[in-house]
Protein backbone atom coordinates (compact mmCIF):
# COMPACT_ATOMS: atom_id res chain seq x y z
CA UNK A 1 0.00 0.00 0.00
CA UNK A 2 1.64 3.36 -1.20
CA UNK A 3 1.36 5.84 -2.93
CA UNK A 4 3.33 3.92 -5.76
CA UNK A 5 0.32 2.16 -6.43
CA UNK A 6 -1.12 5.29 -8.07
CA UNK A 7 2.04 6.09 -10.20
CA UNK A 8 2.10 2.91 -11.83
CA UNK A 9 -2.17 2.63 -12.18
CA UNK A 10 -1.69 3.64 -15.70
CA UNK A 11 0.54 1.08 -16.89
CA UNK A 12 -1.20 -1.52 -14.45
CA UNK A 13 -4.84 -0.30 -16.79
CA UNK A 14 -3.07 -1.67 -19.92
CA UNK A 15 -2.98 -5.14 -18.05
CA UNK A 16 -6.61 -5.58 -16.94
CA UNK A 17 -7.93 -8.19 -19.34
CA UNK A 18 -5.23 -10.95 -17.33
CA UNK A 19 -7.33 -12.91 -14.63
CA UNK A 20 -4.35 -12.20 -12.23
CA UNK A 21 -1.60 -9.96 -12.63
CA UNK A 22 1.88 -9.84 -10.24
CA UNK A 23 1.90 -5.77 -9.76
CA UNK A 24 4.62 -4.59 -7.21
CA UNK A 25 2.80 -4.04 -3.78
CA UNK A 26 4.55 -2.52 -0.12
CA UNK A 27 5.23 -4.41 2.91
CA UNK A 28 2.02 -3.55 4.64
CA UNK A 29 -0.18 -4.92 1.32
CA UNK A 30 -3.53 -7.79 2.29
CA UNK A 31 -2.57 -9.43 -0.72
CA UNK A 32 0.08 -9.41 -3.06
CA UNK A 33 -1.86 -10.14 -6.44
CA UNK A 34 -3.99 -8.92 -8.17
CA UNK A 35 -7.57 -10.06 -9.93
CA UNK A 36 -9.96 -8.44 -12.64
CA UNK A 37 -12.67 -10.28 -11.95
CA UNK A 38 -14.94 -10.83 -8.57
CA UNK A 39 -14.90 -14.75 -9.18
CA UNK A 40 -10.81 -14.43 -9.19
CA UNK A 41 -10.76 -11.70 -6.37
CA UNK A 42 -13.22 -13.91 -4.17
CA UNK A 43 -11.11 -17.11 -5.07
CA UNK A 44 -8.26 -15.67 -4.06
CA UNK A 45 -9.37 -14.34 -0.66
CA UNK A 46 -10.75 -18.03 -0.07
CA UNK A 47 -6.84 -19.28 -0.69
CA UNK A 48 -5.84 -16.73 1.97
CA UNK A 49 -7.52 -16.45 5.17
CA UNK A 50 -5.63 -14.37 7.14
CA UNK A 51 -5.84 -12.14 4.68
CA UNK A 52 -9.86 -12.69 4.65
CA UNK A 53 -10.09 -12.05 7.98
CA UNK A 54 -8.12 -9.01 8.64
CA UNK A 55 -9.74 -7.26 5.81
CA UNK A 56 -13.58 -8.23 7.29
CA UNK A 57 -12.16 -6.92 10.62
CA UNK A 58 -11.41 -4.01 9.11
CA UNK A 59 -14.47 -3.28 7.37
CA UNK A 60 -16.49 -4.33 10.66
CA UNK A 61 -18.10 -7.28 9.27
CA UNK A 62 -17.66 -11.16 9.26
CA UNK A 63 -15.66 -12.94 6.30
CA UNK A 64 -18.81 -14.95 4.97
CA UNK A 65 -20.50 -11.11 4.87
CA UNK A 66 -17.85 -9.55 2.84
CA UNK A 67 -17.16 -12.73 0.45
CA UNK A 68 -20.81 -12.09 -0.37
CA UNK A 69 -20.89 -7.94 -0.29
CA UNK A 70 -18.21 -8.05 -3.09
CA UNK A 71 -20.62 -11.07 -5.06
CA UNK A 72 -23.40 -8.81 -4.79
CA UNK A 73 -22.47 -4.86 -4.82
CA UNK A 74 -18.89 -4.49 -5.95
CA UNK A 75 -17.47 -4.15 -9.19
CA UNK A 76 -14.07 -3.01 -10.98
CA UNK A 77 -13.98 1.29 -11.81
CA UNK A 78 -11.92 3.89 -11.11
CA UNK A 79 -11.39 6.77 -8.48
CA UNK A 80 -12.97 9.77 -9.63
CA UNK A 81 -11.19 12.28 -8.06
CA UNK A 82 -7.64 12.90 -6.35
CA UNK A 83 -7.18 13.34 -2.56
CA UNK A 84 -5.88 12.23 0.63
CA UNK A 85 -7.75 8.48 1.06
CA UNK A 86 -7.91 6.55 4.31
CA UNK A 87 -6.57 3.18 3.49
CA UNK A 88 -5.69 -0.07 6.33
CA UNK A 89 -2.30 -1.28 6.10
CA UNK A 90 -1.60 -4.93 7.71
CA UNK A 91 2.06 -5.50 8.93
CA UNK A 92 2.95 -8.90 10.48
CA UNK A 93 -0.76 -9.29 11.61
CA UNK A 94 -1.87 -6.09 12.38
CA UNK A 95 -4.17 -3.70 10.82
CA UNK A 96 -3.71 -0.23 11.24
CA UNK A 97 -4.92 3.19 9.60
CA UNK A 98 -3.10 5.81 7.52
CA UNK A 99 -3.89 8.33 4.77
CA UNK A 100 -2.34 8.36 1.16
CA UNK A 101 -2.53 10.15 -1.37
CA UNK A 102 -4.23 8.91 -4.92
CA UNK A 103 -4.63 9.85 -8.44
CA UNK A 104 -8.12 9.92 -10.24
CA UNK A 105 -8.33 7.15 -12.49
CA UNK A 106 -6.31 5.09 -10.65
CA UNK A 107 -8.42 0.93 -10.37
CA UNK A 108 -10.29 0.60 -7.13
CA UNK A 109 -13.42 -1.80 -6.33
CA UNK A 110 -16.13 0.40 -5.84
CA UNK A 111 -20.15 0.39 -5.14
CA UNK A 112 -22.70 1.07 -7.70
CA UNK A 113 -22.50 4.94 -7.36
CA UNK A 114 -18.54 4.83 -7.55
CA UNK A 115 -17.83 5.37 -4.09
CA UNK A 116 -14.03 2.90 -3.48
CA UNK A 117 -14.23 0.10 -1.18
CA UNK A 118 -11.19 -1.65 -1.57
CA UNK A 119 -7.39 -0.36 -3.64
CA UNK A 120 -7.34 -2.93 -6.56
CA UNK A 121 -3.53 -2.94 -6.55
CA UNK A 122 -2.95 -4.08 -2.80
CA UNK A 123 -6.66 -5.49 -1.62
CA UNK A 124 -6.04 -2.56 1.21
CA UNK A 125 -9.41 -1.21 2.35
CA UNK A 126 -10.44 2.34 1.91
CA UNK A 127 -13.29 2.61 4.60
CA UNK A 128 -14.00 1.37 7.74
CA UNK A 129 -17.59 -0.46 6.98
CA UNK A 130 -19.54 -1.55 4.00
CA UNK A 131 -20.30 1.08 1.49
CA UNK A 132 -24.17 0.98 0.54
CA UNK A 133 -25.87 2.75 -2.04
CA UNK A 134 -28.99 4.52 -0.55
CA UNK A 135 -32.37 2.95 -2.07
CA UNK A 136 -35.51 4.90 -2.50
CA UNK A 137 -37.57 6.01 0.11
CA UNK A 138 -40.61 3.96 1.62
CA UNK A 139 -44.06 5.37 1.05
CA UNK A 140 -45.91 6.48 3.93
CA UNK A 141 -49.02 6.96 4.26
CA UNK A 142 -50.71 9.78 6.48
CA UNK A 143 -53.54 8.52 8.42
CA UNK A 144 -56.26 11.02 8.63
CA UNK A 145 -56.32 13.82 10.67
CA UNK A 146 -58.38 13.53 13.73
CA UNK A 147 -61.40 16.08 14.09
CA UNK A 148 -60.85 18.47 16.42
CA UNK A 149 -64.05 18.96 19.23
CA UNK A 150 -64.41 22.84 20.79
CA UNK A 151 -66.05 22.36 24.40
CA UNK A 152 -68.39 25.08 24.76
CA UNK A 153 -66.79 28.55 26.36
CA UNK A 154 -66.73 28.60 30.17
CA UNK A 155 -68.22 31.80 31.47
CA UNK A 156 -65.71 33.27 33.98
CA UNK A 157 -66.29 33.64 37.52
CA UNK A 158 -67.76 36.94 39.08
CA UNK A 159 -64.81 39.43 39.90
CA UNK A 160 -65.50 40.79 43.31
CA UNK A 161 -64.41 44.71 43.63
CA UNK A 162 -62.43 45.48 46.48
CA UNK A 163 -62.74 49.44 47.34
CA UNK A 164 -59.46 51.31 48.16
CA UNK A 165 -57.95 51.61 51.20
CA UNK A 166 -58.52 54.83 53.62
CA UNK A 167 -55.40 56.69 53.45
CA UNK A 168 -54.58 59.04 56.58
CA UNK A 169 -52.16 61.69 55.82
CA UNK A 170 -48.98 61.95 58.24
CA UNK A 171 -49.53 65.06 60.82
CA UNK A 172 -47.62 68.29 59.41
CA UNK A 173 -44.77 69.42 62.36
CA UNK A 174 -44.25 73.16 62.34
CA UNK A 175 -40.59 74.05 60.43
CA UNK A 176 -38.19 74.27 62.48
CA UNK A 177 -36.52 77.68 63.75
CA UNK A 178 -33.14 79.09 62.17
CA UNK A 179 -30.48 79.70 64.91
CA UNK A 180 -28.31 82.39 63.79
CA UNK A 181 -25.04 81.73 65.81
CA UNK A 182 -22.64 84.65 66.38
CA UNK A 183 -19.86 86.01 64.17
CA UNK A 184 -16.44 84.39 64.16
CA UNK A 185 -13.44 87.10 64.88
CA UNK A 186 -10.47 85.42 63.55
CA UNK A 187 -7.44 87.01 64.88
CA UNK A 188 -4.66 88.85 62.39
CA UNK A 189 -2.06 85.96 61.25
CA UNK A 190 1.88 85.89 63.38
CA UNK A 191 4.44 85.87 60.89
CA UNK A 192 7.38 84.01 62.26
CA UNK A 193 10.81 85.54 61.85
CA UNK A 194 13.29 84.82 58.46
CA UNK A 195 15.41 81.37 58.51
CA UNK A 196 18.52 81.90 56.57
CA UNK A 197 19.25 78.41 55.32
CA UNK A 198 22.61 77.84 53.99
CA UNK A 199 22.98 75.07 51.23
CA UNK A 200 25.27 72.35 51.78
CA UNK A 201 28.34 72.26 49.17
CA UNK A 202 27.72 70.53 46.06
CA UNK A 203 29.22 66.59 46.13
CA UNK A 204 30.09 65.31 42.81
CA UNK A 205 29.43 61.64 42.41
CA UNK A 206 31.13 59.58 39.87
CA UNK A 207 28.82 57.08 38.06
CA UNK A 208 30.74 53.57 38.13
CA UNK A 209 32.27 52.40 34.74
CA UNK A 210 29.95 50.06 32.25
CA UNK A 211 30.67 47.14 31.53
CA UNK A 212 28.86 44.76 29.72
CA UNK A 213 28.56 40.96 30.43
CA UNK A 214 27.47 38.08 28.71
CA UNK A 215 25.95 35.80 30.38
CA UNK A 216 23.85 33.52 28.12
CA UNK A 217 26.61 31.05 27.66
CA UNK A 218 28.34 30.89 31.19
CA UNK A 219 25.25 29.76 32.52
CA UNK A 220 23.56 27.24 29.38
CA UNK A 221 25.77 24.19 28.53
CA UNK A 222 23.19 22.14 28.08
CA UNK A 223 20.86 22.22 24.71
CA UNK A 224 17.55 19.58 24.37
CA UNK A 225 15.33 19.45 20.86
CA UNK A 226 12.55 17.94 19.26
CA UNK A 227 11.83 18.27 15.46
CA UNK A 228 10.51 16.82 12.29
CA UNK A 229 12.12 15.53 9.14
CA UNK A 230 10.65 13.85 6.07
CA UNK A 231 11.33 10.50 4.09
CA UNK A 232 9.83 9.23 0.76
CA UNK A 233 9.48 5.83 0.70
CA UNK A 234 10.15 3.63 -2.70
CA UNK A 235 7.03 3.86 -4.34
CA UNK A 236 6.35 7.46 -3.57
CA UNK A 237 4.65 7.90 -0.45
CA UNK A 238 6.04 10.58 1.63
CA UNK A 239 6.50 9.93 5.82
CA UNK A 240 6.78 12.77 8.75
CA UNK A 241 9.67 11.32 10.95
CA UNK A 242 10.20 12.76 14.51
CA UNK A 243 13.55 13.50 15.37
CA UNK A 244 15.47 14.40 18.70
CA UNK A 245 18.69 15.66 19.76
CA UNK A 246 20.92 16.58 23.07
CA UNK A 247 24.26 18.45 23.00
CA UNK A 248 26.59 19.42 26.06
CA UNK A 249 29.15 22.28 25.32
CA UNK A 250 32.38 20.89 26.31
CA UNK A 251 34.57 23.81 26.00
CA UNK A 252 33.97 27.93 25.16
CA UNK A 253 36.92 29.29 23.24
CA UNK A 254 35.28 33.13 23.64
CA UNK A 255 31.65 34.44 24.24
CA UNK A 256 30.94 33.18 20.21
CA UNK A 257 32.83 29.49 19.81
CA UNK A 258 31.57 26.78 21.49
CA UNK A 259 32.89 23.07 21.18
CA UNK A 260 30.55 20.24 22.11
CA UNK A 261 29.47 16.72 22.05
CA UNK A 262 25.95 15.28 20.09
CA UNK A 263 23.63 12.86 20.03
CA UNK A 264 20.81 12.86 17.15
CA UNK A 265 18.25 10.82 16.08
CA UNK A 266 15.22 10.35 13.86
CA UNK A 267 12.36 7.87 13.18
CA UNK A 268 12.66 5.89 16.63
CA UNK A 269 9.55 7.22 17.89
CA UNK A 270 7.41 6.15 14.85
CA UNK A 271 5.98 2.41 14.58
CA UNK A 272 7.03 0.56 11.41
CA UNK A 273 9.23 3.46 10.98
CA UNK A 274 10.77 3.03 6.73
CA UNK A 275 13.66 4.55 7.79
CA UNK A 276 15.11 5.44 11.29
CA UNK A 277 18.87 6.13 12.41
CA UNK A 278 20.78 7.69 15.55
CA UNK A 279 24.69 8.52 16.04
CA UNK A 280 26.52 11.69 17.65
CA UNK A 281 30.02 12.91 17.58
CA UNK A 282 31.59 16.41 17.99
CA UNK A 283 29.51 19.77 16.62
CA UNK A 284 31.31 23.23 16.31
CA UNK A 285 28.64 26.31 16.93
CA UNK A 286 29.69 30.24 16.10
CA UNK A 287 27.29 32.67 16.75
CA UNK A 288 26.94 35.21 14.46
CA UNK A 289 25.81 38.45 16.43
CA UNK A 290 26.31 39.66 20.09
CA UNK A 291 25.21 36.95 22.43
CA UNK A 292 23.96 39.17 25.28
CA UNK A 293 21.23 40.46 22.99
CA UNK A 294 17.61 39.31 23.45
CA UNK A 295 17.83 36.97 19.67
CA UNK A 296 20.99 35.98 18.65
CA UNK A 297 22.01 33.66 15.07
CA UNK A 298 24.12 31.01 14.91
CA UNK A 299 25.87 28.21 12.54
CA UNK A 300 28.02 24.95 13.25
CA UNK A 301 29.31 21.67 11.98
CA UNK A 302 29.45 18.74 13.21
CA UNK A 303 30.78 15.06 12.02
CA UNK A 304 30.44 11.88 14.12
CA UNK A 305 29.14 7.94 13.47
CA UNK A 306 25.68 6.84 12.52
CA UNK A 307 23.90 3.66 12.75
CA UNK A 308 20.36 3.44 10.94
CA UNK A 309 18.32 1.18 9.49
CA UNK A 310 16.01 0.86 5.94
CA UNK A 311 12.54 -0.64 5.68
CA UNK A 312 11.70 0.27 2.12
CA UNK A 313 11.12 -1.48 -0.96
CA UNK A 314 14.99 -2.83 0.24
CA UNK A 315 15.36 -3.86 4.41
CA UNK A 316 19.38 -2.93 5.23
CA UNK A 317 20.99 -1.54 7.95
CA UNK A 318 23.86 0.46 8.02
CA UNK A 319 26.80 1.88 10.31
CA UNK A 320 28.76 4.79 8.84
CA UNK A 321 30.85 8.14 9.32
CA UNK A 322 27.96 11.46 8.85
CA UNK A 323 27.95 14.52 9.72
CA UNK A 324 25.73 17.53 9.71
CA UNK A 325 25.31 21.48 9.24
CA UNK A 326 23.00 23.61 10.84
CA UNK A 327 22.25 27.42 11.31
CA UNK A 328 19.26 28.39 13.99
CA UNK A 329 17.96 31.57 16.12
CA UNK A 330 19.21 31.78 20.01
CA UNK A 331 16.52 33.77 22.46
CA UNK A 332 18.47 35.23 25.87
CA UNK A 333 15.83 32.93 27.57
CA UNK A 334 17.20 29.63 26.20
CA UNK A 335 14.55 28.98 23.53
CA UNK A 336 16.04 28.09 19.92
CA UNK A 337 14.89 27.33 16.70
CA UNK A 338 17.43 25.41 14.19
CA UNK A 339 17.20 24.32 10.50
CA UNK A 340 19.67 20.88 10.22
CA UNK A 341 21.07 19.24 7.09
CA UNK A 342 21.69 15.41 8.49
CA UNK A 343 24.97 14.11 5.58
CA UNK A 344 24.83 10.60 5.74
CA UNK A 345 24.91 9.02 2.08
CA UNK A 346 23.29 6.35 0.04
CA UNK A 347 22.77 3.09 1.04
CA UNK A 348 21.24 0.32 -1.85
CA UNK A 349 20.56 3.12 -4.04
CA UNK A 350 18.29 5.75 -1.93
CA UNK A 351 19.93 9.15 -0.34
CA UNK A 352 19.75 8.70 3.60
CA UNK A 353 20.80 12.96 3.41
CA UNK A 354 17.24 14.83 5.28
CA UNK A 355 16.79 18.19 6.39
CA UNK A 356 14.95 18.66 9.34
CA UNK A 357 13.50 21.44 11.81
CA UNK A 358 13.70 21.85 15.52
CA UNK A 359 12.80 23.51 18.28
CA UNK A 360 14.74 23.37 21.54
CA UNK A 361 15.77 24.83 25.01
CA UNK A 362 19.21 25.28 26.15
CA UNK A 363 19.85 24.82 29.69
Known sequence: MSIGAVLMASSASSALAADQLHQRTSRDAFMHVQYTSKAEFIRGLKNHPKALKAMAKSLGTSPSRLLQYIHDDLHLGRLKTTG???????HKGHIYKTHVRYMAGMPAWVTSDGTPVICWRCSNPMTDHLQTVATRAETVVTPPPTPVVTPPPVEPPPVAVTPPPVVTPPPVEPPPVAVTPPPVVTPPPVEPPAVVVTPPPAVVVTPPEHKEVVVRENRRRIGVKLGATTWTEYFGTNETLATAGLDFDLLNFNSNNHLALYVDTAGEFENHSPYRWYGGGLELRHDLGDPSKSWAPY?????????????????????????????????????FLELQYNQLGHEVGRDLSRFGLSLGYRF
Request: net charge neutral.
Open 299 to 335: VGLGIGYYSGHINDFFATDFNKLGGKAFVGLQSLSGL
Open 84 to 90: NYMVWGL
